[in-house]
């Protein structure tokens, strides 16, 4: 049963989402289309900043990783070398009664009662096998009122059903065959193949078919040659890519944790044979660290090995990362060692060879890979929900309760990053020196300029976006310093010095004040 004060706050926060523009649903004017997400105008600078993040960390402080965008668009054979034409997809069940249709791995195990019957009788009698399953102690009438539903959606008049023919009833215990949702039986599994497939050019043929990319990670194996080659890079080493990927999933759900179009952050990390389960600890490691950095801290993830019957075909040890979400703890990551699977296959399937010269060795073989792959959109979802938060406090003009929503995002990521404001509005000498501040720090970095209603107002609205910094233009920055302080840098202030700003914390909503002249440095410097 989930914990309802979790629904809550995932509602609360999908509402947050849309009502200040972080993510919205697609084509939502048109009814929406499932799986799908658009982010607005600060669920754009959040993701992008958590991107930026990724690809400075993966790429431009190491030496052993080299970046690149491969094509969304690939020639087929990549996807039947790869394994995911046979085998990328999950088992679908439907429901006989509705016709929705499920993940069958995704049924949660009911017991009770269940009805089978063998037909119905009308004028003849016709057989239609079907069952329904009633929680223990329940009327079979709950029984037949789903069967009759049942078979009236086959065409037959519910005032022709003169009965329905019960074959037998028995216990059953912890059985994926009906659907949780209203007891009706489910149809055998069958393979969903998850690839969206497409038509290359004019002509749809089996000759022109081919699939938006699943995983961004196959272009890498592809081109890991001509990588290899322009970059002259020594084993170990890593290709980095970000990207959309597509999976036809039988059921999005979760807001945008399982979409049908997301975002990957991927990197192959080619290494010598035999290494791969060395590196496959030293990434565990790594990606542990990158998720403090942007503010997940290490006691919400959960390390999970994966077991070998649920490991991906190609893998040789995972492991997941899962963060608790408030629907669940589930993955976030994933680190796979994937061996030489994916170099190997397309070495076999397109004849050309993609070994590394090991000139120490004096060698050629294929390098086995470590990939960690993250979800961008997933990490988005998780940093909003590690960010939310509802507080009481008291209104700091007022003095008077009230919720304060918040999120407390890392300076990092924050779409915004400062809020500049005049204490008033109608106060020109304020705004205007306000205006010049925002457009001094305007190409430095994100901020916003907010001058109607009242400061507290204001505050609370940068604080529901998670804006970490306010800047406030006051009287003191006119008239100078009331008395002597240290500013937020630990520089000294005196009394009476002109050009101080107050500076507020978001998350402790503390004041401060700074020298107009020492914000740019003091702000890049938080961000970072
Ligand atoms: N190349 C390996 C690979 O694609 P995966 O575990 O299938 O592995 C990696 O996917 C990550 O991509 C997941 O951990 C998750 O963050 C993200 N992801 C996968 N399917 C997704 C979906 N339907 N919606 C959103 N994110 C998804």
């Not at 004040?513 to 914000?519: K, V």
């Amino acid at each position: 049963m989930a914990d309802p004060n979790a629904i809550s706050k995932m509602e609360k926060i999908v509402a947050l989402c849309k009502r200040r523009g972080f993510i919205f649903q697609s084509s939502e004017i048109y009814g929406g289309l499932n799986g799908a997400w658009d982010y607005g105008p600060l669920g754009v600078e959040l993701k992008r900043n958590l991107k930026d993040y990724w690809w400075r960390c993966m790429t431009q402080v190491r030496d052993d990783i080299v970046g690149f965008d491969g094509s969304i668009l690939m020639n087929a054979a990549v996807w039947k070398a790869s394994g995911h034409v046979d085998t990328f997809s999950d088992p679908l069940v439907e429901c006989l009664l509705t016709k929705k249709r499920y993940r069958a791995d995704q049924i949660e195990p009911q017991s009770g009662t269940a009805y089978y019957y063998k037909g119905i009788t009308t004028s003849t009698q016709i057989d239609l096998p079907f069952a329904v399953l009633v929680p223990k102690g329940k009327p079979e009438a709950s029984a037949q009122k789903t069967a009759r539903q049942y078979y009236v959606s086959r065409g037959h008049a519910e005032a022709d059903i003169v009965s329905l023919d019960l074959e037998k009833s028995e216990q059953v215990e912890n059985s994926t065959k009906f659907n949780p949702e209203n007891g009706a039986l489910l149809s055998e599994p069958r393979t969903f193949n998850l690839m969206f497939k497409t038509y290359v050019g004019p002509v749809e043929d089996a000759s022109s078919v081919t699939y938006l990319r699943p995983e961004t990670a196959q272009a890498m194996f592809v081109q890991f040659k001509n990588v290899l080659d322009v970059s002259q890079k020594k084993l170990p080493f890593g290709i980095a890519q970000i990207g959309k990927a597509f999976r036809n999933e039988i059921n999005p759900r979760n807001f945008t944790f399982r979409s049908r179009e997301f975002e990957q952050m991927e990197v192959e990390f080619f290494v010598k044979p035999g290494t791969g389960p060395e590196w496959l600890e030293k990434w565990l490691e790594e990606r542990l660290a990158w998720y403090e950095a942007i503010g997940i801290p290490r006691s919400k993830i959960h390390v999970l090995t994966v077991p070998e019957k649920d490991r991906a075909f190609y893998s040789q040890g995972t492991y997941d990362l899962e963060y608790e979400f408030p629907f669940g703890t589930q993955e976030l990551e994933g680190i796979a060692h994937r061996g030489n699977y994916d170099l190997k296959q397309h070495a076999e399937h397109s004849g050309k060879p993609l070994e590394y010269f090991d000139e120490e060795a004096k060698q050629k073989y294929l390098p086995e890979v470590v990939e960690p792959s993250a979800g961008v959109d997933r990490t988005v979802l998780a940093v909003l929900c590690e960010g939310f938060a509802e507080e009481t406090i008291k209104d700091e003009e007022s003095g008077k309760e009230e919720i304060r929503t918040v999120l407390r995002f890392s300076p990092r990521l924050a779409p915004v990053k400062a809020s500049v404001f005049p204490l008033l509005k109608n106060k020109p000498e304020l705004v205007a020196l306000a205006k010049n501040i925002y457009k001094t720090l305007q190409p430095l970095l994100k901020v916003a300029y907010a001058d109607s209603a009242a400061i507290g107002r204001r505050y609370r609205r940068a604080d529901e976006v998670g804006t970490p910094f306010g800047i406030t233009v006051d009287f003191e920055t006119l008239e100078g310093a009331k008395e002597a302080v240290t500013s937020a840098t630990g520089a000294p202030i005196a009394a009476g010095q002109k050009d101080t700003v107050t500076l507020r914390h978001r998350d402790s909503m503390k004041q401060e004040r700074i020298a107009i002249a020492e914000l740019p440095a003091y702000l890049l410097t938080k961000i970072a």
